[in-house]
């Protein structure tokens, strides 16, 4: 039996894609912070899921959930979606929600990988999802620290799957960079105005849909993938003109508010 362990699934992206898994014929361990919600998570997969409590900033925690899966079978995947955000001006954010950013979002997934990777070269190889995000490819103001501990995922994705490839270990990573999802996380900062320029695509994506990809992304051949495409020419074209970038983050923004307030409304209708 193949196993998968996807972190943060006791809600949103983290749950539809173990759902999906499941669907597929794996064994899924379905982990979260919340103990509780990951057993909700869990319970909604019958017999192809169960639930255990884990503190990804904990390498130890991490080591341990990689040895319970391999316990039930042949641990396939891994699946680093756990993260937090917390918007804001970087200089006015308060110091600890800096500090879990950077240790749930970025450590997070290093200490995933490795607990991933000592448990499935035993088992002859494996695959590897970490969750990036849009804003790993293009300046986020109100999102600069999160920005960040997405960028470092992208990087640390890409060159994790070359220090595999060097060594010869047949362990696939990939990384997917959505835009906005419609998620908890989003829903509880979309009061804040600095979270505009996170509505300024044509649309905010839905949960399945980026479950969908994020599966079909585990399972392909390129390393990163951004959704929607376009979303990630136009981003790595600011990327790559940072000046001219910058000028043009002032438009995005006022597109962003627009739809961020459109979307307000219609919740409340």
């Known amino acids: 039996m193949d196993v998968a362990v996807v972190t943060g699934a006791g809600r949103g992206l983290g749950r539809a894609i173990a759902e999906r898994l499941a669907e597929r014929g794996l064994s899924v361990l379905v982990t979260d912070v919340d103990g509780e919600s990951a057993e909700r998570s869990a319970a909604a997969l019958g017999s192809a899921g169960w639930a255990e409590s884990l503190d990804v900033r904990d390498a130890d925690a991490c080591r341990a959930i990689a040895v319970s899966a391999a316990g039930r079978g042949r641990l396939a995947v891994w699946v680093n979606n756990a993260g937090v955000l917390q ?7 308060d110091a600890g929600a800096i500090d879990r950013m950077i240790e749930v979002n970025l450590r997070g997934v290093v200490h995933g990988s490795r607990a991933a990777i000592d448990a499935m070269l035993p088992a002859g190889g494996g695959r590897i ?3 990036a995000s849009l804003s790993s490819l293009s300046p986020a103001p109100g999102l600069a620290v999160y920005g960040a501990t997405k960028h470092a995922v992208l990087a640390f994705s890409i060159s994790l799957q070359a220090e595999l490839r060097d060594a010869g270990v047949p362990i696939e990573v990939r990384s997917i960079c959505p835009d906005t999802i419609v998620t908890d996380m989003v829903r509880d900062h979309v009061h804040d ?5 996170q509505w300024s695509g044509a649309r905010a994506l839905e949960v399945g849909e980026v479950a969908d990809r994020a599966v079909e992304v585990l399972y392909g051949r390129p390393l990163t993938t951004v959704v929607p495409r376009w979303r990630g020419v136009l981003a790595r074209g600011i990327y790559a003109a940072p000046r001219t970038g910058l000028h043009l983050l002032p438009l995005f923004k006022r597109v962003g508010e627009r739809n961020r307030r459109r979307w307000l409304d219609s919740v409340r209708g």
């Open 129 to 131: 999802l970490n969750v």
């Open 87 to 93: 918007p804001g001006r970087t200089w006015e954010q």
């Open 193 to 197: 105005p600095q979270t505009a320029l």
